[in-house]
């Protein structure tokens, strides 16, 4: 990530999706599932939309704290695009105050001193950015992009215009209404499922497991291109039998969905916890694989024989990776070459996407 040098100058725009409550002047803000009550000078749980005079804001909007191009691996999303590359975009802020978060120097300063800096970048820059650096889609990553929803739903539809496509890396935690007002211009995500446990969400995360599960089915009954990542922390979420339970709950919403297994490192409040055991997480894919998913890989594990895309019925490889690196995209005409089977892969062809 590569955070955005200046001082915030503004950032301060009207919030949507927020009502009075039962007169006000506190607000009922239902962006996302902590459907927050915020009294007037008061923030959300976010730490990053406020009560001004029974009004609700945005304290972020525009305002950046990176702009960069990765490839759309690292998201990571293995079968949406894969070889190009998404303008990774985030402000600061989150719903969320996980004890493992890799990004709490941006993510968690709202919520813990109120602080809120990052440079002021437009929607339209954002858009002719993404196109000025060859990248196929934009992503809204690194914090919550729901947290951020009036930027990115801009962003998205500047983006879209373009012929390009909007990624959300998400914690899913987002609303039914928050999907609604984005529609179609939220073409892929990948979701983290932390655990499969609500005691876990209460005491590590601040939230619930429920929200999260709802936002997956609804993503994908809406067409959105979903795939899903679980974080593997060494006793506390990795028993076998929650891997289980994960891997019976997303074969369940679709087969083919693509589970990214990936390895802890320590840091921020959970800097005393060692490394996930590769075995850990091997034992993880092979559980997947026997509930039913045709798509695993481990992630954090460099070299790992499952960095690349294999046909789920003849083994053939379809998407040959080293790492962020993708060498080959083999389709014959969409199909497998091996078995003539059509993949499950959002692949780019000249014209758009199919």
């Known amino acids: 990530m590569r955070e955005l040098a200046g001082e915030q100058t503004s950032g301060l725009a009207p919030a949507l999706l927020w009502e009075e409550w039962r007169g006000g002047p506190a607000v009922h803000c239902f962006l996302c599932a902590h459907h927050c009550r915020v009294d007037p000078g008061e923030r959300g749980v976010c730490g990053v939309r406020e009560n001004r005079g029974g009004s609700l804001f945005t304290l972020v909007y525009e305002c950046a704290v990176s702009a960069s191009a990765d490839p759309i691996e690292k998201k990571p999303l293995y079968h949406f695009l894969p070889g190009t590359r998404s303008l990774s975009v985030a402000t600061m802020g989150c719903n969320f105050s996980c004890s493992f978060c890799q990004n709490a120097d941006i993510s968690q300063k709202p919520r813990e001193t109120g602080e809120i800096w990052g440079a002021i970048l437009p929607a339209e820059d954002v858009a002719e950015k993404a196109v000025d650096m060859g990248c196929r889609s934009v992503a809204y990553t690194y914090t919550e992009p729901t947290i951020y929803f009036e930027y990115a739903l801009e962003c998205a539809r500047a983006v879209a215009e373009k012929g390009l496509k909007n990624v959300f890396v998400t914690n899913g935690y987002m609303t039914r209404e928050a999907l609604d007002t984005i529609g179609g211009d939220l073409h892929a995500a990948n979701v983290d499922l932390k655990s499969f446990s609500d005691q876990f969400y209460r005491e590590y995360v601040g939230a619930r497991l429920k929200p999260v599960l709802d936002s997956i089915r609804r993503l994908v009954a809406r067409g959105v291109w979903v795939e899903v990542t679980t974080l593997l922390i060494p006793g506390i979420n990795d028993g076998q039998e929650e891997m289980r339970r994960i891997g ?107």
């Open 248 to 354: 019976r709950f997303i074969a369940s919403v679709g087969r083919h969905i693509p589970w990214h297994v990936s390895r802890f490192s320590p840091g921020y409040k959970m800097a005393g916890i060692p490394p996930t055991p590769v075995r850990t997480v091997e034992r993880a894919l092979e559980i997947g694989r026997e509930e039913g998913l045709e798509y695993v890989y481990a992630g954090n594990v460099p070299g790992h024989s499952s960095e690349s895309t294999f046909c789920p019925s003849c083994g053939f490889t379809l998407v040959a990776r080293r790492g962020y690196v993708v060498d080959a995209v083999q389709l014959d005409q969409g199909r497998c070459p091996g078995c003539g089977r059509i993949p499950e892969l959002v692949i780019e062809e000249e014209g758009g996407c199919s």
